[in-house]
């Protein structure tokens, strides 16, 4: 149990000083000059730093993504240690190009690992191709049955793609949206975006044909100028959510310019920003020969987040992009805000941004900037 007293409280919004009061993992009270007496309590003086809701990543290749240079770049598993100094405290993981020897079951054991360590941790079924790499006989199996899969991932408008035909990608969406009805979920087709031209076209014919915009979600979106702006009409004409990405420079050539671009003109309510951690990013030529891999990093979004912030933009219309929006557009319960009743998983940043503590399920992972807590096989 722990009482955290005298911060700036940030629920993403902006609400003054006021004391946390965790109990049992969870928020028990915010108010302000808490007067509290439990046994085992621990009173927390965060007089001048910053609490905001832990961040979400909500595509994190965890079990490591690349292969496309062969088994040799095959990128690591993620560490535990890793998020918790990015201050992320749930992830969604996702699988790529590689569906020979980064198996769905693969990552539902990462997913299970890191819950267990202390974070909390979705993920979405299948990677790049068709038919679906499933841990069930269908869609709708794996929805219903494994409480951690959150929907669907497949590739769209990318050269590593199986060029899934209209029908084709409604009847996976139809699967998904059955599946989420009966399981109590949302139910999303989680859609890598790549460079070639049309993808939203496919989308809207979708859309217009009855399936609701709420279960696409598009990331990449800020790869190249063409997508941006097909992505954005998609946010202000058919009412979707778009989910950028921080690692990588994208069009821009700073995942920044992107995301304050998008809030401005777009909203901030519908978008969301996810670091494609332990992702390649491979460099192809003109003949499709890969020239050049680097990997995505898991503080991406605390670097994004810094850089909009130090640059100007008010921290509580950043902080929505990767806490109460995807949680709220993902339906994840207890997740995205400091609320009572809510996990208590939260940030506390000095007020130059700096991480100084990081509490998931009211644990503390990390303690005056030293992270105490680690993965099992860390050292």
Known sequence: MYLLKNALLYTPE????????????????IAENLTVALPGLETVDAKGLLITPGLIDQHIHVTGGGGEGGPVSRVPEIRLSELVASGTTTIVGVSGTDSVTRPISALLAKVRALTKEGISGWMYTS??????SLLSQSIRDDIFL??????????????????????????????????????????????????????????????????????????????NERLFKESLEFVKKRGGVIDLTSGGSGYAGSSAVAVKAAIEEAGGDKITLSTDGGGSLPR??????????????????????????????????????????????????????????????????????????????????????????????EE
């Not at 609400?15 to 928020?27: A, C, E, N, S, T």
């Not at 990677?127 to 679906?132: E, M």
């Not at 599946?179 to 939203?200: E, R, T």
């Open 127 to 132: 990677n790049y191709a068709l038919p679906p």
């Open 146 to 223: 494994v409480p951690e899969v959150l929907g669907v991932k497949i590739a769209h408008s990318d050269h590593r793609s199986s060029f899934p035909t209209l029908d084709e990608m409604m009847r996976i969406l139809s699967d998904i949206r059955v599946g989420g009805m009966i399981a109590g979920k949302v139910g999303v087709l989680h859609i890598h975006m790549g460079d070639l031209p049309g993808g939203f076209d496919v989308f809207n014919e979708i859309i217009d044909r009855g399936i609701p915009a709420k279960h696409f979600r598009p990331t990449h979106c800020s790869r």
């Open 14 to 29: 902006k609400i003054g000083q006021r004391d946390l009061l965790i109990v049992g993992g969870v928020i028990a009270a």
């Open 284 to 377: 192809f030529n003109a003949a499709g020969d890969m020239v050049g891999l680097g990997t995505g990093s898991p503080a991406a979004n605390l670097d994004v987040l810094r850089e909009l912030v130090k640059g100007g933009m008010p921290l509580e219309s950043v902080l929505p992009v990767i806490t109460a929006n995807p949680a709220h557009h993902l339906e994840l319960k207890g997740k995205g805000r400091l609320e009572a009743g809510m996990d208590a998983d939260l940030c506390v940043f000095t007020d130059d941004m700096n991480l100084r503590h990081v509490i998931a399920k009211g644990k503390f992972l990390m303690r005056d900037g030293e992270i105490i807590v680690k993965g099992t096989f």
